[in-house]
């Protein structure tokens, strides 16, 4: 039996300067460029016809001796957010944090530091999504002063002050609440980690809030900070 032909493939570091396998989806270059490039592969993916970039047996060698990802992303750890499948994007892409409800932490916030700095990934996402189980879990211990079993009762302590904002303003639609939640860890993501805030400062990175809607597969910005005042290098 004849072997099969292995691909011709040119060195990991050209193709990740090329930005992929020899095809043509090059990786944005700053913060403004990474926004656009997320809302362009999400409205391929709402429609239904996505690219699935960055997928190939190239770019996964390629890939061995380093990465090089264009945008942060810390989602919600809800099964039916599966980030690079709503950004139609590929390996290498999006560096991914996921926690129940998109709760900070230490680990949390050390992740997305190594990818601003180390990585110099230009663009963090906080993506939220509607219906989301742990702002209602929030919402409900709120309401009814049941305590909260478990490791879970940390999800929910991350989450309320959300609710609390929320319920002060006159808030009570669950993903207006939702909205109100990625605001507020945006801004503890900045207020907690003074590398990304410098990194905001000094224009080379911008922090964006999304939120996700599970019926239509469309992403719509939140809110944002340093995108007006990001710099393309």
Do not use: K
């Amino acid at each position: 039996m004849n072997r099969p032909e292995m691909p011709d493939m040119q060195s990991g570091a050209d193709q990740l300067s090329a930005g992929g396998s020899g095809d043509a989806w090059n990786q944005p270059v700053g913060p403004r460029a990474a926004v656009a490039e997320l809302h362009a592969g999400n409205r391929r993916f709402a429609a239904g016809t996505p690219g699935r970039p960055h997928q190939d047996v190239g770019r996964r060698v390629a890939l061995a001796e380093g990465q090089q990802p264009f945008a942060v992303v810390l989602g919600c750890s809800d099964s039916r957010l599966a980030v690079e499948l709503i950004f139609d994007r590929g390996l290498g892409d999006l560096f991914v944090v996921r926690t129940a409800g998109h709760a900070v932490g230490p680990e949390v916030l050390g992740s997305i530091e190594y990818a601003v700095t180390a990585l110099g990934a230009p663009l963090v996402v906080v993506l939220g999504h509607e219906s989301c189980g742990a702002v209602q879990a929030a919402r409900s211990a709120e309401a009814t002063g049941a305590p909260v079993a478990g490791h879970l009762r940390a999800v929910v302590e991350a989450v309320l002050p959300s609710v609390r904002r929320a319920e002060a303003a006159g808030i009570t639609d669950l993903d207006r609440i939702v909205d109100q939640h990625v605001q507020q860890t945006v801004a503890v993501l900045l207020d907690r980690s003074a590398a990304v805030a410098a990194a905001v400062a000094a224009g080379t990175c911008a922090v964006v809030g999304m939120s996700y809607q599970l019926t239509t597969g469309a992403v719509r910005t939140v809110t944002e900070v340093g995108l007006a005042a990001s710099s393309t290098p």
